[in-house]
């Protein structure tokens, strides 16, 4: 994963409530598979699997989650479980045949939580962190579209 996206997933992360994490998991699961096939189609076998190594490690995450006295979490199980499948085949048999189901099944959950999410008022699951603000920073030869505040009294976890 590029560097750039990885900064903005790590800073929605920080602001994100329970159901914008699912979110932001399922958008990192795509990226990893098209991140995957791109690699696969110039013939970059070692980011290849590392891609899909990642995509199957978010799943993992998302089946060890699930609240179990929900009846959709069976449901979402065997999804989870589909998908795991395909990852694995894909990557041992380095052959991307399966990953557009894979794609498929997550654009779809993707589109529900997003609508989930809008409707979430629990607020961030993480507690003190720095506030973020929207607006532009200037790097080396670069400008970013977020700013940081850090001048922020309260940094860090409290132990």
């Known amino acids: 994963m590029k560097k750039e996206l990885i900064q903005e997933y790590t ?17 990192i699961i795509l990226k990893d598979i098209q991140y995957a096939k791109e690699a696969f189609a110039e013939g970059d076998t070692e980011t290849y699997e590392k891609e899909l190594s990642h995509a199957g490690r978010f799943v993992n995450e998302l089946m060890g989650a699930l609240d179990y006295n929900y009846s959709i979490s069976y449901h979402l199980m065997s999804l989870y479980i589909f998908a795991n499948k395909e990852l694995t085949a ?3 048999k380095k052959q991307p045949e399966g990953l557009s189901g894979v794609e498929e099944i997550f654009e779809k959950l993707l589109a529900g939580y997003q609508k989930v999410s ?7 699951v993480m507690k003190n962190t720095q506030q973020v603000y929207a607006g532009l920073t ?3 030869g670069t400008l970013n579209e977020m700013y940081v505040n850090m001048n922020e009294a309260k940094r860090g976890f409290m132990a």
Do not use: H, N
């Open 11 to 27: 800073m929605r992360i920080t602001q994100a409530s329970r159901t914008e994490l699912i979110v932001i998991m399922y958008e």
């Open 90 to 92: 894909a990557k041992t």
């Open 118 to 124: 809008e409707e979430d008022t629990s607020g961030p």
């Open 138 to 140: 200037y790097g080396r």
